[in-house]
């Protein structure tokens, strides 16, 4: 591990006093550590210690006439096999989900080509935040590694998830990075992605659309690529970042959608996790609809295609079809009949009655194929996705 190197970048927290043990490991087992120190983490650790324990100079400043004449940020975001954010705040993760580059950590965050693996550390109630919640799942999508948060006692005095995982578990995640690129088992498979709602215009304003967010299936596209698989991603009018390592079509209508996928064929994955609208209106007025004396106007609906009865009996038929299923109620029940109606392979069924599934950042599911139900535990939709992606991939196998 000697030729090993990380460039370590120390957030504000208290927990930063702990980057210092962790430096230590890291030197031990002979990996090189470059550290960055943000403004705010120069004030619980020095620059001083973390130079010593490092056996490297401290880098803090963005606007560094000696670095910037060289690009140093370039430069240090390229140098390490692997980017650690430890401790990784509230701050950082918001900037660096959101793309944000105003010193030289986030800078660097942005302009590196190296895999990162972040340590999150703040107040319980900052961690449970929707704003990080949902920067969790960005950075996640994104293929941000992540280890911890730990629960328990913070100096705040609260109790809860957000301390920083101990430095020996940090050491750990890092040194399993280090051993070098994961197994790819999708290498050389092909695979659709639907993800999102669709929109059937009514008139240039109006569209018939639903609240999918998009969030699982943009998960599904990005753990499938981190596993090889070469993924086309059909996305619904959502408002979401394209994950690393996917094609993108972008598309409104079903119908848009039904011919992006048969464009993409042949493939070895299809997994339809779009919520697609089931009508459309018979026609679309070519100008805005005015309320009138009559009342509201008539809509004559017509049946959308259905995307994923189309794949699952097509030619030529991906290897595996996965279909969603989004239910309110009886939702094993309707999974079971989506399955035997579709001719698909496996059903993932979730219940969008549950507060904070539909739009957000978790998810429930249950896995329906012709030999039974497999039930899966509430977890980030994150999870969902890699769970289901390697399951994908030994079935493959």
Not at 312 to 327: C, H, M, Q, T, Y
Not at 379 to 395: C, F, G, N, P, Q
Request: net charge negative; charged share 20%.
């Amino acid at each position: 591990m000697s030729e090993k190197r990380i460039l370590l970048i120390v957030g504000g927290g208290i927990a930063a006093y702990k980057s210092l043990e962790l430096v230590r490991l890291l030197r031990k087992a002979g990996v090189a550590v470059r550290p960055i120190l943000t403004a705010a983490g120069a004030q619980f650790v020095t620059p001083l210690s973390l130079s010593a324990l490092c056996e490297d100079r401290v880098y803090s400043e963005l606007f560094s006439l000696d670095d910037e004449s060289e690009m140093g940020h370039i430069q240090l975001s390229r140098s390490a096999d692997l980017v650690v954010v430890a401790p990784a705040t509230a701050d950082l993760m918001a900037k660096a989900a959101n793309g944000l580059a105003n010193d030289l950590a986030s800078t660097t965050l942005l302009a590196t080509d190296k895999r990162v693996l972040m340590a999150p550390a703040m107040n319980v109630r900052m961690w449970n935040h929707p704003a990080t919640r949902r920067n969790l799942a960005t950075l996640a999508a994104d293929g941000v590694a992540f280890v911890g948060p730990d629960e328990g006692a913070m100096a705040c005095g609260e109790f809860g998830p957000g301390r920083l995982a101990e430095p020996p578990e940090i050491f750990a995640a890092i040194m399993k990075a280090l051993e070098g690129p994961a197994a790819k088992p999708l290498a050389g498979r092909r695979a659709i992605v639907t993800a999102g709602p669709t929109a059937e215009p009514i008139d240039p304003v109006r569209v018939l659309t639903n609240r999918s967010s998009g969030k699982q299936g943009f998960a599904i596209a990005a753990a499938l690529a981190e596993l090889g698989a070469d993924v086309t991603l059909v996305a619904g009018p959502v408002a979401l970042a394209t994950p690393l390592g996917v094609k993108r079509v972008d598309v409104e209508t079903a119908r848009e959608m039904l011919a992006a996928c048969e464009a993409a064929l042949p493939a070895d994955i299809c997994v339809c996790v779009a919520a697609v609208s089931d009508w459309r209106p018979e026609t679309e007025a070519g100008s805005k609809m005015k309320k009138g004396a009559d009342g509201p106007p008539a809509l004559t609906l017509v049946e959308n295609p259905d995307i994923l009865a189309t794949l699952s009996n097509g030619f030529p038929r991906p290897k595996l079809v996965v279909g969603f299923a989004a239910e309110t109620d009886n939702v094993e029940a309707y999974a079971q009949a989506k399955l035997a109606k579709k001719g698909c392979d496996w059903i993932v069924a979730n219940d969008v009655s549950i507060t904070g599934t539909m739009g957000g950042d978790d998810n429930a599911v249950s896995i329906v194929t012709p030999q039974g139900i497999e039930r899966w535990e509430r977890t980030a939709k994150s999870d969902v996705a890699r769970k289901l992606a390697t399951r994908m991939a030994e079935e493959l196998s």
